[in-house]
């Protein structure tokens, strides 16, 4: 959606797109919709035959300093990708690609490919 309004006596167009960031998951919607960020956690979680990751190892890994904030929003991000049905998010918190679905298997085998 844009919105314009009449500020003065000029047009102002407020160029801003309403969207969301990450969009449940559905058969045939690519990993590439997400943004960049939560491709990257999930280019990092879900790796193929990785264990179960810790959300401290997770930024480690995205290499961002591990501080407490730096820690939150990576976990942050990640529930929202288990909320959508992207991840899976463990009985213990950790986060995994267990049963993720086909299209984020995909692109993740591209981004390891890679």
Avoid at 13 to 30: A, C, S, Y
Avoid at 63 to 79: H, I, M, N
């Amino acid at each position: 959606m844009r919105f314009s309004a009449t500020w003065g006596s000029r047009d102002v167009l407020d160029t801003t797109l309403v969207t969301r960031l990450v969009p449940p998951w559905r058969e045939g919607l690519p990993a590439t919709v997400l943004a960049l960020d939560y491709q990257r956690i999930l280019g990092v979680l879900g790796r193929p035959g990785q264990q179960p990751a810790r959300d401290r190892e997770s930024v480690v890994v995205l290499g961002l300093e591990p501080t407490p904030a730096k820690v939150e929003g990576v976990r942050s991000k990640a529930e929202r990708l288990a909320e959508r049905g992207w991840l899976v998010q463990e009985a213990s918190g950790t986060f995994s690609r267990d049963d993720v679905p086909l299209a984020a298997r995909e692109f993740l085998a591209a981004v390891v490919a890679a």
